[in-house]
């Protein structure tokens, strides 16, 4: 069964950057769509971002586009999202989620498919805070 370790947050300025890692193990990472979600305080889960099984397609949430990006080494089995331009609304815990090849998003690429109802396994999250 895949296992999914986030890692990287913390606290950063406005304006900064921060570059998470999701570790995978326990199966093949290229047998997933990985995508990124993040969940503030009182609200829902959202999507941030989604990386095809083949990495050739990624879609984001209008909220972080041009300022976020998504990357895998399969080889290293990890998924990256290197987040630049900083805002305090982008804190939250950011958490990584898995679905299987093949699946909605590795056919149609939408943020539609790139939703937590979507994705089987889940890691337990890291915490990014922005702040001054």
């Known amino acids: 069964q895949l296992q999914l370790v986030e890692s990287g947050g913390g606290l950063v300025q406005p304006g900064g950057s921060l570059r998470l890692s999701c570790a995978a193990s326990?199966?093949?990472?290229?047998?997933?769509?990985i995508g990124w979600f993040r969940q503030a305080p009182g609200k829902e889960r959202e999507g941030v971002s989604c990386?095809?099984?083949?990495?050739?397609?990624?879609n984001y949430a209008d909220s972080v586009l041009g300022r976020f990006a998504i990357s895998r080494e399969n080889a290293k089995s990890t998924v990256y999202l290197q987040m630049n331009s900083l805002k305090p609304e982008d804190t939250a815990v950011y958490y990584c989620?898995?679905?299987?090849?093949?699946?909605?998003?590795?056919?149609?690429?939408?943020?539609?498919?790139?939703?937590?109802?979507?994705?089987?396994?889940w890691g337990k999250g890291t915490l990014v805070t922005v702040s001054t």
């Open positions: 989620a898995a679905q299987p090849k093949g699946g909605a998003f590795d056919r149609l690429y939408s943020m539609h498919y790139c939703s937590a109802p979507n994705m089987d396994q």
């Open positions: 990386i095809s099984s083949s990495g050739t397609a990624t």
């Open positions: 326990g199966d093949s990472l290229d047998n997933y769509v």
